[in-house]
């Protein structure tokens, strides 16, 4: 007989069997790990709560006397910025010290504490030293996401994966994602309204990521689950605090509202679809330096397939003069015998401010 079948019954014995079978650390609790990190972060609440707009946020405490890091949003933009902390403390006078737009991220200032006063905190630079998380690891996801908690009200806590490690390209309605570097893609739905600015840790709650915003993947057109390596964050952090961080001019200042420049001339743009070839190269350009050549089909950029010119061009125009891209092209050569064959050319493109116009000459 079944002890297991005799003891319990057989739906409790298949239960039993289930949780004999697991891992020692998925049976554990992570009540302990939660109190600990939840004292390190905090519930924002501000401007917002119309048009889909979330007038509430999460953010973690990056040091003992009330700096805050936390996503850049609309929520941000308001004089009644209120701060709670985890035992029910709840700051009205928050300053929002400075905002990166390249970064998506801003740092905020819990002002006028008690004398004395000292709160729990995550340690950035210290934690920026530890190794990127590899995909499969375990992480812990914790955010006021849907404003599940007030005052002292515990965050939200999620158990999941990462995923992969990639560079993001999203979008959320019209708006592009500001950053565009490498973040977590996570196997759990964490970027929901008010989760941006919540964190992702190992299981023993140690510091890996920033939640970012919610964003809906151009590639797939699915919602995509992300936080920043914290690593990408530490000299924002260090630098804000001491306030010598100067946030980065977006393309449309540096360039005067124009695009970075590549040197590529692509074919006159016909049809609804017209496909990215490349009609000449500008002499001493990007382009040029790059070894794109004409009759050349661009088919990817930094990984993320270009079916038509507009779809380049607005992938391009996502990026700062001075970034370095990488382009998959299909190009045509002719071998020995003079036949015709594809392949796929892998190219380093730099991109360049727009050159001066230049000035016609003065009428004698």
């Not at 819990?110 to 375990?138: F, S, V």
């Not at 994966?161 to 990639?166: G, L, M, P, R």
């Amino acid at each position: 007989m079944n002890p297991l079948r005799s003891r319990y019954g057989p739906v409790a014995a298949l239960a039993a069997l289930v949780l004999w079978g697991l891992p020692a650390q998925a049976k554990d609790s992570f009540a302990g790990v939660a109190d600990r990190v939840n004292k390190k972060c905090v519930k924002l609440f501000g401007a917002g709560g119309f048009q889909g707009l979330a007038a509430y946020g999460t953010g973690v405490l990056v040091s003992k006397d009330g700096y805050v890091l936390t996503v850049a949003s609309q929520m941000l933009d308001t004089q009644n910025l209120r701060v709670h902390l985890s035992d029910g403390r709840r700051y009205e006078q928050v300053k929002v010290v400075v905002v990166e737009p390249a970064l998506d991220v801003a740092l905020l200032k819990i002002e006028k504490l008690e004398k004395g006063e000292e709160l729990p905190y995550y340690d950035i630079a210290k934690a920026a030293k530890a190794p990127l998380a590899q995909n499969g690891d375990w992480i812990l996801a914790f955010s006021n996401q849907f404003e599940i908690a007030t005052r002292d009200e515990p965050l939200s806590v999620q158990r999941g994966v990462i995923a992969a490690y990639a560079k993001l390209q999203g979008r959320k309605g019209v708006f592009q994602a500001p950053y565009t570097g490498d973040v977590y893609v996570i196997d759990a739905i964490t970027n929901n309204p008010g989760a941006g600015g919540g964190v992702i840790t190992t299981r023993k709650g140690e510091l890996v990521g920033l939640i970012g915003k919610e964003l809906r993947n151009t590639l797939t057109d699915t919602w995509i689950n992300y936080a920043v390596p914290i690593q990408a964050l530490a000299d924002f952090v260090d630098k804000a605090r001491q306030g010598k961080y100067t946030p980065k001019e977006r393309p449309d200042k540096l360039a005067g509202g124009k695009a970075p420049y590549t040197g590529i001339v692509l074919v006159p743009n016909v049809v609804e679809r017209t496909p990215p070839f490349v009609e000449e190269i500008v002499p001493g350009s990007p382009a040029s330096k790059a070894g794109l050549r004409p009759d050349d089909l661009i088919v990817y950029v930094e990984g993320q397939q270009v079916a038509s010119i507009k779809a380049f061009r607005d992938l391009i125009n996502q990026y700062l003069p001075g970034t370095t891209l990488t382009l998959e092209v299909r190009r045509v050569d002719k071998d020995g015998n003079d036949q015709a064959s594809d392949k796929l050319v892998s190219l380093k493109l730099t991109l360049a401010e727009p050159p001066a116009p230049k000035t016609p000459p003065k009428r004698k």
